[in-house]
Structures are given as C-alpha cells and as structure tokens.
C-alpha cells in the first residue's frame, strides 16, 4: 500500500525481524509487558514523535483494551480496530453474555457478572456461582482473549487455585485481575467467524474457520472452512455474528467465536474478538481478502469494496502454528539461539515468520517462531502440502513442536475432520511425541 512502517519494540524485542524490517523503530522500555507493550503513554508518544497517523495494535496486549482505544480518540490518532465505544459493549468480556442474550444468541452457561477475588467474601461467592453452574467450571479473565490465562476447576479444591492463577494472568498480561465464570464444555469444536464491518454500516461476514486443536486453550492448527458444518448451521452462525457486529455498531474486523456440539448439532457464542487473529490467513486464503489491508482502508474511511454476495470460498487452507515449545515436556517452552534455519518453498504454501538464523528466542513472550499455511483445491490436498512443508522445515538449536504436526497430520481422526478440542487428549498426542523422541535417540 505504500505505507510506511514503524515498529515499538521492549529491551527483549531489539533484534526481532519487525525491527529489522520497519522503516522507522523506537524502543519502549524493559522486557516486562507493563513497562513496554502495555505501557500506553509510552507508545502514544513515540507515535507523537514520529508523527504517525494510525496505531495497528497487532495480536495482544493492547489490542482489545478500549482504555487505549480511547486515549488513541482524543490524541486524534486513527486506531486501525473497533471504537472505543464498540470495543465498552463486549468488554469485560463478561459484558457480551449480556449482549447475546439480548439477541436470543445461546451463550455458554455461567455467570453474567464480573467477579474480584480480593475478599473473603469475595471468593465466597465465586464458589456459590461455580457451585450453582456445576462442575466443571472454567474461570476466564475478564480483560483477555485468546484463551490466556483461562483455568480450568473441576472441584472447589481447584476453584481456589485457578482463582488465584487467572488473576495473576489476567494482571500480568492485560492489566485486569477481574475474571468471570463459565461451564466447561468438553467433545466440542471450536469454530470463529470472520466479521469486517465499515464506518457506513456496511457489514460482511468471511466464513468459518475450525480452530479446534488446542493445548491449554492455545490453538495449534486450524483450517478453514470446517469439514463437519452444515450448510444450514454454517448460514445461522454467520447471521448471528453479523448480528451481533450490527447491534455493538462495530467498524473493523472483528471475530466472533461459537462452540459447536457434533453430538447435539447445537452451538453456543464463546466470546468475540475485537481485533486481528493469529488465524486470519486460512480465511484470506480461502476467500482471496487481504484482511489486514482492508483494517486499514476501513480505519482511513473508506466503505467495504466487497458484499457478502461477492465473498465465495475456493479451495481449502490450513495453518499450522510452530513454537518454541519441547512437546514431549508438556509444551515446555524452550527459548535459545536458531542455529540453523530452513523454511520450506512450493505451491500453495505461505509462510508468515518472525524468525532468522543467529536469532535468540526470548523467554518473557509467546512461543510462536512461524505459521506455515497451506491452500489446495481440496482438504486432501491442503493436508498433503502441509505434510510437505513440515517436513521440509528445518530449525536447529532449540526444541520445537515439529514433531507434533508430524503426528496430527497422520492421524486418522484429524483426516477424518471429526476431531474435537479435547483432540490432544484423547489422542495421547504428547504420549506419541515422546515416543517418537526415545525411538529417534536410539
């Protein structure tokens, strides 16, 4: 587009790739996140300094925090995502089971209402609320997304510590410690809809994307569009996440998430995402839209050049996220020097890195060193050329997750498309990847 580029980066960040590769870079402080990329005065004035006219807020941190929205407004600096005032309708997070019930839209059963731990009284409710909703329960931190922080309890012993755990989270990463409480769904998939919306009320929706295979609540591999969905089922979700983009007046891109029963055909509303995902390239490459381009021309006043009769999928796509974790040790991160790196080449592959050889993987962040993603005209073939590129792949001198893509792609419930989130689970996926890591030493 012509736009120039500048990067904010923490002490840790100083030799990333997006440092090297922006036209302008400005460091904002130590590795801690509330001293760097949460640190909102810090990054507003490096956008006064070098006389920026629009902040993208990328994956984390501030990107779904409308505080930050709204100090971007009155600065009279264009935030590429949602106004604050949309973003205030869904957070806490908490605040959009309200909204969905409003639109007859099903929510996940639980609790409505913001909890704090801070008191005696405090926790006392949290246990009254998970008791009343039923064990399982899930506690989630209300200023989050992206399945951060979120804990699981499966008796009031758990319920103290994953309290206790989803505060300290939810502080450290969002600057919130409230949280909110939901029943804990198992045998689900995890399906999102991709939303873009302009500032004239006009408003598409991109299709599905099937992102249910986790670890802890952290997607793994997703695809798009998702093999087991209906026709019917696929219209009804995507009218309720346009619906729900209409009634919060949302601009820009937004997701809406829903947990889907095989079993049941039901679905629920999970949460929705007021910014860019991580998996937003399966749905461009199935959809040929260049999601971040059009935040941007959203963001500048432009109206939507596509509507929902021009959006036709073609083909197939997945992604495989590849991270910095020993799969064998419980996905124990594994931060270290990149000796050697090979990325793979061929038809219908994309590749979106942050990494380079000689790089050190810092400890204080997220794992994630690449997404490899392919497209075929098929789900056969997408698989087929990903099993390629994960093959090809080659990154030495720290542990990767290789070896577990290596195994989902040969698994039979994976290539049947039935699988579900408890997918890593049920499949003794870590039991194979250790394995297969004692057989490789002998």
């Given at each position: 587009m012509g736009i120039?580029?500048?990067?904010?980066?923490?002490?840790?960040?100083?030799?990333?790739?997006?440092?090297?590769l922006a036209d302008?870079?400005?460091?904002?402080?130590?590795?801690?996140?509330?001293?760097?990329?949460?640190?909102?005065?810090?990054?507003?004035?490096?956008?006064?300094?070098?006389?920026?006219?629009?902040?993208?807020p990328g994956y984390g941190f501030l990107a779904e925090n409308p505080e930050f929205v709204e100090m971007c407004e009155q600065?009279?600096?264009?935030f590429i995502g949602p106004p604050s005032q949309a973003?205030?309708?869904?957070?806490?997070?908490?605040?959009?089971r309200g909204l969905m019930k409003l639109l007859?839209?099903?929510?996940?059963?639980?609790?409505?209402?913001?909890?704090?731990n801070s008191t005696t009284e405090g926790f006392l409710q949290v246990q009254k609320v998970a008791k009343n909703i039923g064990y399982p329960v899930i506690v989630k931190p209300s200023?989050?997304?992206?399945?951060?922080?979120?804990t699981i309890a499966h008796n009031p012993e758990e319920l103290g510590k994953a309290v206790h755990s989803v505060e300290g989270r939810g502080r450290k990463v969002f600057g919130v410690s409230s949280f909110y409480v939901e029943k804990y769904l198992s045998n689900i998939k995890h399906i999102e809809f991709q939303v873009l919306a302009d500032k004239f009320g006009n408003v598409i929706h991109l299709g599905e994307r099937d992102c249910s295979i986790q670890r802890r609540f952290q997607k793994l591999i997703e695809e798009a569009p998702c093999s087991i969905l209906s026709p019917h089922l696929r219209m009804k979700m995507g009218a309720a996440a346009l619906d729900i983009a209409l009634a919060m007046k949302y601009v820009n891109a937004m997701t809406v998430e829903f947990f889907y029963i095989p079993k049941t055909q039901e679905y629920y509303f999970n949460e929705v995402n007021t910014r860019l995902q991580v998996e937003h390239c399966v749905t461009e490459l199935v959809t040929d839209v260049d999601i971040v381009k059009e935040q941007i021309k959203i963001a500048a006043g432009e109206k939507l050049s596509l509507t929902q009769d021009d959006i036709a999928r073609r083909g197939w796509a997945i992604e495989c996220r590849i991270t910095a974790e020993n799969v064998a040790y419980n996905f124990l991160p594994s931060p270290g020097r990149i000796s050697g790196l090979h990325l793979p080449h061929g038809p219908g592959l994309r590749i979106d890195e942050g990494i380079y050889e000689g790089y050190n993987i810092p400890f204080y962040y997220?794992?994630?060193?690449?997404?490899?993603?392919?497209?075929?005209?098929?789900?056969?073939?997408?698989?087929?050329?990903?099993?390629?590129?994960?093959?090809?792949?080659?990154?030495?001198?720290?542990?990767?997750n290789l070896p577990f893509h290596r195994i989902v792609l040969e698994n039979d419930e994976f290539n049947s498309g039935q699988y579900t989130t408890d997918f890593i689970e049920k499949q003794q996926?870590?039991?194979k990847v250790r394995e297969q890591a004692r057989e490789a030493k002998k």
């Open positions: 120039n580029t500048v990067a904010v980066y923490s002490e840790a960040d100083a030799d990333s790739l997006h440092v090297r302008e870079s400005y460091p904002i402080g130590p590795a801690e996140t509330v001293q760097s990329y949460l640190n909102a005065e810090k990054i507003l004035e490096v956008a006064r300094k070098c006389k920026a006219d629009a902040i993208h600065q009279g600096l264009t973003m205030y309708k869904v957070k806490p997070k908490h605040a959009a007859n839209i099903p929510v996940v059963p639980g609790h409505d209402h913001i909890l704090l200023g989050g997304g992206g399945g951060i922080g979120m997220d794992p994630l060193l690449c997404k490899l993603m392919t497209w075929g005209k098929t789900r056969e073939e997408a698989i087929l050329r990903m099993k390629r590129a994960i093959n090809e792949t080659r990154i030495e001198g720290i542990e990767t996926i870590i039991k």
